[in-house]
């Protein structure tokens, strides 16, 4: 879409943009990708999110000939036609601009905390009773232990049940596939907001819900009680989960961080418009 700089606050680093469909837009700093610093009528190409103005690009006017021959009483009317018709009528910019793809690796925390849950993957996540291993690596891990599940389970359980239980441990795989995903979108330039929070989410969510789910039915399923703590360290007893190693609070403290930078980017937008609401024309 395109618009025009309405005002911009420097030293807060925010301000409005009011798009050709008439309403406000706010926007961060962090959002400019043009080297130049924002100022009160620059026309611009942006993308919308909801109230909120992302990767926006200044767009230089052209000055007809005609506008410049015009007394300078009317030079501030001719300026303005021109920026209004420059903005419609200018060809969009690129985004794969190589200065606009490093800009958002510095500035945009979304593309940062969701590298860094990738790295996370490949720290020690869970301890079965054979040792650690990596969330890389759990589900590699929990197939193994189902291959002992016959000789922890009863005569009248079905070995089975224990095997499809531990399967569980596949979910935690959605974490670092939205962490990719974020990373991609928000790399070539486009919005990764939603990605961003669903990652920053499930990050929080997935490493609480699935240990409790896996040990409450590996716990019926097998007759026996099998807890969070360990009971046993033999290869053959599975009786020892331990989720609570240093990759799981990582992975955790990441999703909090990307809630958190979430919140703090959209707080910051809706204090710049003038009555403090996101959507205020």
């Known amino acids: 879409m395109r618009g025009i700089v309405l005002n911009f606050e420097a030293s807060a ?51 007809r000939p005609a506008d410049a021959l015009k007394p300078a009483s009317a030079a501030p009317d001719a300026a303005a036609r021109a920026a209004v018709e420059a903005a419609v009528a200018a060809p969009r910019p690129s985004r794969a601009r190589s200065e606009g793809t490093a800009s958002r690796f510095l500035t945009d925390w979304t593309i940062l905390f969701s590298f860094l849950s990738l790295l ?22 929990t197939e193994q232990v189902g291959i002992l599940a016959p000789s922890i389970v009863g005569p009248e359980q079905d070995p089975a049940a224990i095997v499809w ?11 670092p596939l939205l962490a990719a995903l974020t990373f991609l979108v928000g790399a070539i330039g486009w919005n990764n907001r939603r990605l961003a929070f ?7 969510l997935l490493p609480i819900a699935v240990p409790l789910a896996l040990v409450i039915l590996v716990a019926v399923r097998s007759g026996r009680e099998i807890t969070t703590r360990g009971l046993g360290f033999s290869p053959g007893d599975i009786s020892f989960f331990d989720f609570a190693g240093i990759g799981f609070w990582v992975i955790i403290a990441i999703g909090v961080a990307q809630l958190a930078t979430l919140a703090a980017t959209r707080g910051r937008a809706s204090a710049s418009l003038p009555d403090g609401r996101l959507g205020a024309a």
């Open 165 to 175: 239980s531990l399967r569980l441990v596949y979910l935690l795989y959605a974490i």
């Open 198 to 204: 669903w990652h920053g989410l499930l990050s929080i």
């Open 13 to 63: 680093g925010r301000g409005v943009i009011r798009g050709e469909d008439g309403k406000r837009y706010s926007f961060i700093r962090a959002d400019w990708l043009t080297d130049s610093r924002p100022t009160v009528s620059d026309p611009v190409d942006f993308e919308p999110i909801a109230e909120l103005a992302t990767d926006i690009y200044l767009v230089k006017p052209t000055v």
């Open 120 to 141: 996370a993957i490949f720290l020690p996540y869970v301890s079965l009773g054979f040792g650690s291993v990596s969330l890389l690596d759990a589900a590699q891990a």
